[in-house]
């Protein structure tokens, strides 16, 4: 059973910085590329960034290119996303979805996890 569980979110003022984390099961996680999605209130869906299967090649979305850096290890089976200068507009709930290709696909991922809360506010 594919198990993507999210962590690392929280409370923080404008400005400051988070490192999500993406804990990976069920499958074998080197194979495949990894995005991290977000959803603001009352807002759709929005892929945020994406990583191929070996970490070697990363994607962002204009909205967080410069600010947010994306990154895997596949030994631990894991997915993060630094994030710096966080703005208000970042507010959301964060989440790691899997692709069922070595690259990235959008929004076209076959899982995803629970999500973990981002809430940028002073």
């Known amino acids: 059973e594919v198990q993507l569980v999210e962590s690392g979110g929280g409370l923080v003022q404008p400005g400051g910085s988070l490192r999500l984390s993406c804990a990976a099961s069920?499958?074998?996680?080197?194979?495949?590329?990894m995005s991290w999605v977000r959803q603001a209130p009352g807002k759709g869906l929005e892929w945020v960034s994406g990583i191929n299967d070996d970490g070697g090649l990363t994607t962002y979305s204009d909205s967080v290119k410069g600010r947010f850096t994306i990154s895997r290890d596949n030994a631990k089976r894991t997915l993060y996303l630094q994030m710096n200068s966080l703005k208000p507009e970042d507010t959301a709930v964060y989440h790691c979805a899997k692709y069922p290709t070595t690259f990235v696909r959008g929004l076209d991922y076959d899982y995803w996890g629970q999500g973990t809360q981002v809430t940028v506010s002073s």
């Open positions: 069920g499958f074998t996680f080197s194979w495949n590329a």
